[in-house]
């Protein structure tokens, strides 16, 4: 019996080495996960470039999440894990997915899209940019291209830094020769948002590294992607998969990169059909993406916001699937009958609603985004008239909505009856303007003040006249008395 406890005791400790193992191991792949997140800080394609094993975290499963677009009539789309998604339709800005599209969260490199848009703003694509000591000497750098202080680049090449690499020390430089300062250049972002329509964005910097105050929504970033696709610069730079700048007398270096974006890329997360976009990535905004798809004239819009490794792509992917086989886009103009008269619902200021038949004349063109199976007779068109507008007016913007969402607008000609006429111009008759003097003298009448002003010209003259022969006079009699006394002396 001594020695008894022996074997109770063995068998114990090979117990617990047996459970503590994957204990262990879970605790060093946490410890490897959290260290990585620091070293991936704010570093495009940190979050995306890990290993097989991070990628097994990909679903094709989403997460079941509250949505924010649907409704009856409207297809329904496919759950996603991301916390934030929408998706816009280029041409209209129509919207076809939503999920919290108004939240906010931080952008982090998406932010760089609307620094690229006001350099193309404000900036020709020859401009030098001379990079500031601050760019290069930033606390957290995060992505960069390694400039140096005092190398002078284009606004182009600033471009491709930004969009490519992400660089965050060429939106800095470029964010300085546009505002002077980092906080005037953000003045500059948040209006030129205010005027896209944007209000759920506050920005502080070009770049996107981590500020509480640095927030933006997917509605709004989808809006300023938008704005962005009218420039052809961004088309070009943000389809770009490698770019190189080239050395110059202060910079010998060549700068070689690559888009970090994996679906304008061959490999497994390509899409076709996607010609632009950009990444984001910092620990606290987790991944942001941006991405831009084209098929059958019909081009789209997918943000997505907070979201885990390389499932942005995933999710970017089964929205873009689920838009383009779900919607088609339909001509206006060939949609209906040029001078076939249509009902519409007239909204002209705060005056009530009212129904009238006018022709259908298209004068700009224009298109809707439509369910797949709806027709274009199923629409309600309302004409938006100015309550102010002149007698130059002579069209209107014709909006159609399928329920209450709108889903595109066109510019409509104005028929006679609804044109300002504009009111006749008062000719003078030319007797009544020869009267007018006339007229204008006989209004004045006779004015009293003149009495008074008679009577002291009266009395000046009579002073001056008794003076004048009071001089004669006296005159007379000195020459009379001077006669007299000359006489006595003879």
Not at 179 to 198: D, H, P, Q, S, V
Not at 241 to 247: K, L, S, T
Request: charged share 25%; aromatic share 8%; proline share 5%.
């Amino acid at each position: 019996m001594k020695y008894k406890w022996k074997p109770v005791l063995a068998a114990a400790l090979a117990s617990f080495c047996l459970f503590s193992s994957p204990l262990t191991a879970l605790a060093t792949d946490n410890t490897v996960s959290t260290i990585e997140d620091e070293m991936v800080h704010n570093t495009e394609g940190g979050a995306e470039s890990g290993t097989e094993e991070s990628q097994a975290g990909e679903t094709e499963t989403q997460s079941v999440t509250a949505r924010d677009d649907e409704e009856p009539g409207w297809p329904s789309g496919p759950s996603i894990v991301a916390e934030s998604g929408i998706v816009m339709e280029v041409s209209t800005g129509t919207i076809l997915y939503s999920k919290n599209m108004h939240a906010r969260y931080y952008p982090a490199s998406i932010t760089k899209i609307m620094t690229a848009l006001l350099a193309m703003e404000n900036c020709e694509l020859d401009e030098q940019v001379t990079v500031p000591h601050e760019a290069v000497y930033m606390e957290d750098k995060g992505s960069h291209i390694a400039l140096d202080e005092d190398e002078v680049l284009s606004v182009e090449d600033c471009l491709y830094g930004m969009m490519l690499a992400s660089a965050n020390d060429a939106a800095y430089a470029l964010a300085i020769h546009i505002g002077g300062t980092i906080e005037k250049f953000a003045e500059m972002m948040n209006e030129r948002a205010r005027e896209l329509g944007c209000e759920d964005s506050n920005f502080v910097n070009p770049h996107g590294l981590p500020d509480e105050r640095h927030v933006s929504s997917a509605y709004d970033m989808a809006l300023i992607t938008r704005e962005a696709l009218k420039h052809e610069i961004f088309r070009t730079v943000s389809k770009t998969v490698y770019y190189e700048i080239q050395p110059t007398d202060k910079q010998p270096d060549l700068i070689p990169m690559s888009n970090h974006h994996k679906m304008l890329c061959s490999g497994k997360y390509h899409y076709d059909g996607v010609f632009a976009g950009k990444t984001g990535y910092t620990v606290v905004a987790k991944n942001t993406l941006v991405t831009c798809a084209g098929r059958d004239d019909m081009e789209l819009i997918c943000v997505t916001m907070k979201t885990e490794g390389r499932q942005v792509y995933v999710d970017t992917a089964s929205l873009f699937d689920f838009c383009f086989d779900n919607f088609k886009k339909v001509d206006i103009g060939s949609a209906g009958t040029a001078g076939e008269e249509i009902e519409v619902t007239v909204k002209e200021g705060d005056s009530p609603e009212k129904t009238e038949k006018i022709p259908f004349q298209i004068s700009e063109d224009g298109y809707v985004i439509l369910p797949s199976r709806t027709d274009f007779s199923d629409l309600k068109p309302v004409l938006l008239l100015n309550a102010d507008r002149g007698p130059e007016v002579t069209s209107a913007v014709l909006e159609y909505l399928l329920g209450t969402r709108t889903v595109g607008q066109a510019a409509i000609a104005l028929p006679e009856s609804m044109i300002v006429t504009p009111e006749p111009e008062t000719v003078p008759d030319e007797t009544e303007s020869a009267r007018e003097p006339e007229k204008k003298a006989e209004d004045r009448g006779f004015s009293w003040w003149y009495i008074p002003l008679g009577i002291l010209g009266a009395a000046a003259v009579a002073c001056a006249g008794f003076f004048v022969v009071r001089r004669q006079i006296w005159k007379y009699r000195w020459r009379k008395n001077r006669k007299r006394r000359r006489n006595g002396r003879r």
